[in-house]
């Protein structure tokens, strides 16, 4: 399918999905929706993975666990239950053995957030001048 047949399907999405997503050393990947660091894949389950796929959108800002259920869950009310908290140490865990558990912090007034820098463009040009 081409982007002028794949417009019609999606008349009002100018936007592409990225296939790749970087959560500091992580590289998240859509396709087999697991994240990997270096060639070791790390084995997330689907909301471990959207967790850390909606936290990688934006690196630093602070996401709320109202966002979270709303956004990965997709649901509009608070669970009596700690979901959310039990997915987060569950990333962690995954993330412990590379080193790298603390990119996923808490934040002071509440949620999460991804404590790792903006990706580098690898391709990036720069002028000498």
Do not use: C
Request: no cysteine; charged share 25%; hydrophobic share 40%.
């Amino acid at each position: 399918m081409n982007a002028a047949a794949a417009s019609n399907f999606f008349p009002d999405g100018d936007d592409l999905i990225p296939r790749f997503r970087e959560a500091g050393e992580v590289t998240l990947d859509l396709f087999h929706r697991d994240g990997r660091v270096d060639d070791r894949w790390l084995g997330f389950h689907p909301r471990e993975f959207e967790l850390l796929w909606r936290l990688a959108e934006q690196p630093g800002q602070r996401v709320s666990k109202r966002q979270l259920l709303a956004e990965v869950w997709r649901i509009n009310f608070e669970p009596e239950t700690n979901s959310v908290a039990v997915h987060v140490a569950r990333v962690r865990s995954k993330l412990e053995p590379f080193g790298l558990s603390p990119i996923l912090a808490t934040h002071p007034e509440g949620g999460y957030y991804l404590d790792a820098p903006p990706p580098s463009l690898a391709f990036r040009l720069e002028s000498d001048g």
